[in-house]
Structures are given as structure tokens and as C-alpha cells.
């Protein structure tokens, strides 16, 4: 699966790409975002997504499509003692 999540009217950002563990490495990540760039260019935006650093498989797939780093960002989480 592939989706949509943040569009400030010039960027799109690509959310929430999944491919079960069962069906890796058949090409169906690359399929699922190479259909969302195509419908977020032909609306004449610029898609974007986020992706953590230690998730090297998705990393590199993005790198591959011509996505390039753009910032890193530290991200906390709070949570109850």
C-alpha cells in the first residue's frame, strides 16, 4: 500500500508504504510510489516522503527512484515513566 498524507498546495508527501512481508523484493513498493509520483506530478506538485535512517531497504529503493536526502531530523518520543 501506498498513500497521501501532508500537501501544502506545492508538495505531496508520499505516506505509508508498506509491502507485506511475504511479497518483498517483487518490485510492488516501487510500483505503488511510482503511481503516486505520476498522480501527484500530473496535479503539478512535487512529491516528497520521510523515511528512517536504519530502514536501508527503503532507503536505497527511494535513492534508486531519484529521491535524494534533503534534511535528517531527530525525532523524540515521550512516554510515561
Known sequence: M???RFDNGTH???SAVCTHPD???KGYARR???SQIRQIRAEGKIPYLHVRADN???F???EQMGFVTRAEMIIYIVAKP
Open 56 to 58: 536501508t531497504r527503503a
Open 23 to 25: 511479497h518483498t523484493g
Open 12 to 14: 505531496v508527501e508520499i
Open 60 to 62: 536505497r529503493i527511494y
Open 2 to 4: 501506498a498513500g497521501r
Open 32 to 34: 505503488l510510489i511510482d
